[in-house]
């Protein structure tokens, strides 16, 4: 515990802009006052609603002086009348624009400031929240879209992470308090499809002499994998584990520069070993080391983009081209998750997943919707990421959702073959929000040169990330290639995968195996 306190205190010296704000009063008290604010006007906002408190309850001002507002869908999880009544506000309030982001949660856009508190009053009336999914709070915690479902099934975890957001979600002890987000994933079945390593805080299902329970990762963010505590976690002890670490951040965490903020660099500062004493300490428990990870398969969708769950169940594929849905077909959505009495499972490859029974499987083929994103079912739009660009956000460096798409159209007509899976990850800047990093093939925008010395539209193409058989950051193959050069370059990458792969291989291991 003292090389946290002193840690602590070679940071304490000055504080950043953001905790400046949170020394002008609690967002709770903001929200309780947000249904009158919304019933004046948006010039009556100041900067600190703007920057601080708005977003600790997921609402983000708009250059246009619209808003975004971040819907918290814990594990992925939307019963049908939810998906419904998500699709309804879209259309009602937010031009019937929706995007299903790499958290498994919902964005709404260009809502007006004076719908603001009706929009959430609505979503809460059917359980679901948008507190702390903004600046400095704990983010969606997110796990398998197959959790607690058929042979991949190990450990049920969203009973776990129900206990876990009873800690901090509307409390106002912890809304806004955190030296910075809060990134949290816990996997429980044996396929990793939720980029489990990639998290502040990481539990993964493992194996220990007979028991089943969790290994411990810790320290991860855009750009760096989590790093192996050495510890093992009973399923019993999770709840108390997590409080521990998330009141140690609380404690200690910096708050001085903002991009040295995460629990990564208070790992860095401290140490593995010291951090883990320091979690015994606040937790009262005493670990085994760490065991054996059960999650070690790889799945690839067919060709109809279905999973076979076990012998009666089966997960049906939506393939949403970079995430950009419409509030009518979420509606949709929801009536064909009902008629099929199934769930509706969104995934951080911002799709979307219904799983039912096998016997309904013909009646989603056939449905208005799949047929609608049928044409999207491929090997290049099914693993596809791409976050919100220039279009909505101000650190966009190229549009990116649109120039994603391009590229899998490109490359659908250019090399039509279906037998496999690449992962396709674009984010639209460094900040790496498309979590471009573990991609298969990854992109980070920027701007290029063209032939005739023109800046233009570009990215940097990374190759070889790792995110569901182990831990592995991608290394860069190409820096700032125009986009229509990046196609040329990307389709060599396509054709010797098509060429040389095995039956059956999907491109993380074939990259293992192949030097390229």
Same mark, same amino acid.
């Given at each position: 515990m003292i090389k946290l306190q002193e840690a602590k205190e070679l940071r304490d010296g000055k504080v950043n802009k953001i905790e400046l704000l949170k020394q002008t009063g609690k967002p709770i008290d903001f929200f @309780?006052? &947000?249904? +009158?604010?919304c019933k004046g006007s948006i010039e009556d906002l100041t900067d600190t609603d703007k920057n601080y408190f708005l977003k600790c309850f997921g609402i983000f001002h708009k250059d246009d002086d619209t808003f975004m507002l971040r819907v918290r869908i814990p594990a992925g999880q939307l019963t049908f009348f939810q998906a419904i009544e998500i699709g309804k506000i879209a259309i009602w309030y937010g031009e019937n624009y929706i995007d299903i982001t790499t958290r498994q949660q919902i964005e709404l856009r260009y809502l $007006?400031? %004076?719908?603001?508190?009706e929009v959430i009053k609505q979503l809460q009336n059917v359980g679901i929240s948008t507190f702390q999914t903004g600046i400095d709070n704990f983010r969606n915690i997110v796990t398998s879209s197959f959790d607690g479902l058929g042979n991949q099934e190990i450990i049920e975890c969203k009973p776990i992470i129900n206990s876990m957001q009873e800690i901090f979600l509307e409390d106002e002890e912890w809304i806004g308090t955190l030296p910075r987000k809060f990134n949290t994933a816990i996997l429980g079945t044996s396929v990793n499809d939720c980029n489990i390593y990639g998290h502040d805080c990481c539990f993964i299902v493992a194996k220990k002499d007979e028991k089943i329970g969790f290994n411990l990762y810790l320290g991860g963010k855009v750009g760096v994998q989590a790093t192996n505590s050495g510890i093992f976690v009973e399923q019993k002890d999770v709840t108390s584990v997590y409080k521990a670490i998330i009141n140690l951040f609380k404690e200690?965490?910096? #708050?001085? +520069? #903002? @991009? $040295? !903020? #995460? &629990?990564?660099?208070l790992l860095e500062a401290v140490g593995m070993d010291e951090f883990v004493k320091a979690i015994k300490v606040y937790s009262s428990l005493e670990f085994q080391e760490a065991g054996e990870i059960l999650a070690k398969d790889e799945f690839i969708l067919d060709s109809d983009g279905i999973l076979t769950l076990n012998e009666n169940l089966i997960a049906y594929n939506f393939s949403i081209p970079s995430g950009i849905f419409t509030g009518e077909a979420m509606m949709e959505a929801g009536t064909l998750a009902e008629l099929v009495l199934g769930q509706i499972r969104l995934s951080v490859e911002q799709s979307f997943y219904i799983v039912c029974k $096998?016997?309904?499987?013909?009646?989603?083929? !056939?449905? =208005? &919707? =799949?047929? $609608?994103?049928h044409k999207y079912q491929n090997i290049y739009f099914r693993n596809l990421i791409a976050c919100a660009g220039t279009k909505t956000c101000s650190f966009g460096v190229i549009p990116c959702k649109s120039d994603a798409i391009e590229m899998a %159209?490109?490359?659908? %007509?250019?090399?039509?073959?279906?037998?496999?899976?690449? #992962?396709?990850?674009w984010s639209g800047c460094p900040k790496g929000c498309g979590i471009h990093g573990v991609g298969d093939i990854g992109f980070e925008g920027c701007k290029a040169k063209d032939e005739n010395g023109n800046k233009v539209d570009g990215v940097h193409i990374f190759i070889g990330g790792k995110a569901t058989l182990e831990a592995k950051e991608a290394r860069i193959l190409y820096k700032a290639l125009p986009l229509d050069v990046a196609k040329e370059k990307v389709k060599e990458i396509v054709l010797n995968y098509k060429n040389n792969k095995l039956a059956g291989e999907s491109f993380e291991e074939f990259e293992s195996r192949v030097t390229m």
């Amino acid at each position: 515990m003292i090389k946290l306190q002193e840690a602590k205190e070679l940071r304490d010296g000055k504080v950043n802009k953001i905790e400046l704000l949170k020394q002008t009063g609690k967002p709770i008290d903001f929200f @309780n006052n &947000l249904e +009158n604010l919304c019933k004046g006007s948006i010039e009556d906002l100041t900067d600190t609603d703007k920057n601080y408190f708005l977003k600790c309850f997921g609402i983000f001002h708009k250059d246009d002086d619209t808003f975004m507002l971040r819907v918290r869908i814990p594990a992925g999880q939307l019963t049908f009348f939810q998906a419904i009544e998500i699709g309804k506000i879209a259309i009602w309030y937010g031009e019937n624009y929706i995007d299903i982001t790499t958290r498994q949660q919902i964005e709404l856009r260009y809502l $007006k400031f %004076n719908d603001l508190y009706e929009v959430i009053k609505q979503l809460q009336n059917v359980g679901i929240s948008t507190f702390q999914t903004g600046i400095d709070n704990f983010r969606n915690i997110v796990t398998s879209s197959f959790d607690g479902l058929g042979n991949q099934e190990i450990i049920e975890c969203k009973p776990i992470i129900n206990s876990m957001q009873e800690i901090f979600l509307e409390d106002e002890e912890w809304i806004g308090t955190l030296p910075r987000k809060f990134n949290t994933a816990i996997l429980g079945t044996s396929v990793n499809d939720c980029n489990i390593y990639g998290h502040d805080c990481c539990f993964i299902v493992a194996k220990k002499d007979e028991k089943i329970g969790f290994n411990l990762y810790l320290g991860g963010k855009v750009g760096v994998q989590a790093t192996n505590s050495g510890i093992f976690v009973e399923q019993k002890d999770v709840t108390s584990v997590y409080k521990a670490i998330i009141n140690l951040f609380k404690e200690f965490g910096f #708050r001085d +520069n #903002r @991009n $040295k !903020n #995460r &629990l990564h660099f208070l790992l860095e500062a401290v140490g593995m070993d010291e951090f883990v004493k320091a979690i015994k300490v606040y937790s009262s428990l005493e670990f085994q080391e760490a065991g054996e990870i059960l999650a070690k398969d790889e799945f690839i969708l067919d060709s109809d983009g279905i999973l076979t769950l076990n012998e009666n169940l089966i997960a049906y594929n939506f393939s949403i081209p970079s995430g950009i849905f419409t509030g009518e077909a979420m509606m949709e959505a929801g009536t064909l998750a009902e008629l099929v009495l199934g769930q509706i499972r969104l995934s951080v490859e911002q799709s979307f997943y219904i799983v039912c029974k $096998k016997e309904h499987q013909e009646a989603l083929k !056939n449905s =208005s &919707l =799949s047929i $609608k994103y049928h044409k999207y079912q491929n090997i290049y739009f099914r693993n596809l990421i791409a976050c919100a660009g220039t279009k909505t956000c101000s650190f966009g460096v190229i549009p990116c959702k649109s120039d994603a798409i391009e590229m899998a %159209n490109y490359l659908t %007509n250019e090399i039509p073959f279906d037998d496999g899976k690449i #992962r396709f990850y674009w984010s639209g800047c460094p900040k790496g929000c498309g979590i471009h990093g573990v991609g298969d093939i990854g992109f980070e925008g920027c701007k290029a040169k063209d032939e005739n010395g023109n800046k233009v539209d570009g990215v940097h193409i990374f190759i070889g990330g790792k995110a569901t058989l182990e831990a592995k950051e991608a290394r860069i193959l190409y820096k700032a290639l125009p986009l229509d050069v990046a196609k040329e370059k990307v389709k060599e990458i396509v054709l010797n995968y098509k060429n040389n792969k095995l039956a059956g291989e999907s491109f993380e291991e074939f990259e293992s195996r192949v030097t390229m």
